[in-house]
């Protein structure tokens, strides 16, 4: 079994409704536009599996840190993501409706992967108020003012000026 498989032999036999599941591990390759888990992360997961009339009810919770590329500044910036489902699980093949399962053994990675990716910020910003880079002159405006205003518009004109 893997870091996020689970037995569910007693919820299947009847012997406990439900269970609660604490597991972390890996699982490289999450990303999305400008920010990923990295490959080494550990992803958190809370949860609670439930029996129920048409096969498991699994209410999950994930944590992880992810590493980002602001979209204004262009640096490298940390966060932590969390997210919540509920997902239905059958036994069977996954549907596009629900996850399934086979035998007595829940395999909550793809559901953990797809909270995952849901989590992930696609316009990921270093801070609110990131100044972002100037226009003209292409330095870190949260360094300091770069000596570039509206009013002077693109240096490449302000150079011609001179002439
Ligand atoms: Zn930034
Ligand atoms: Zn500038």
Redesign the pocket.
């Known amino acids: 079994m893997h870091d996020f498989e689970i037995s569910v032999a007693h919820l299947l036999r009847g012997s406990e409704r439900a269970s609660d599941v604490v597991l972390q591990g890996n699982i490289p390759g999450l990303f999305v536009t400008s920010s990923r888990i990295l490959d080494d992360a550990v992803i958190r997961v809370d949860g609670r599996v439930e029996a129920v009339g048409e096969g498991l009810l699994v209410s999950l919770e994930v944590h992880a840190e992810y590493v980002g590329e ?1 979209v ?4 490298e ?1 940390h966060g932590e993501l969390a997210g919540r489902s509920r997902e239905l699980f059958i036994e069977g093949e996954d549907t596009e409706e629900h996850y399934g399962f086979r035998g007595e053994t829940l395999d909550l990675r793809a559901a953990v992967s797809d909270l995952c990716v849901l989590g992930l910020p696609p316009v990921p ?3 609110e108020d ?1 100044k ?1 880079l100037c226009q003209y002159c292409g330095a870190d405006l ?1 360094e300091g003012p770069c000596g570039c205003t509206d009013d002077s518009g693109d240096p490449r004109w302000a150079a011609l000026d001179q002439l």
Do not use: F, S, V
């Not at 204004?72 to 640096?75: A, K, V, Y």
């Open positions: 602001c204004r500044c262009l640096g910036m910003l270093c801070r990131c972002g949260n």
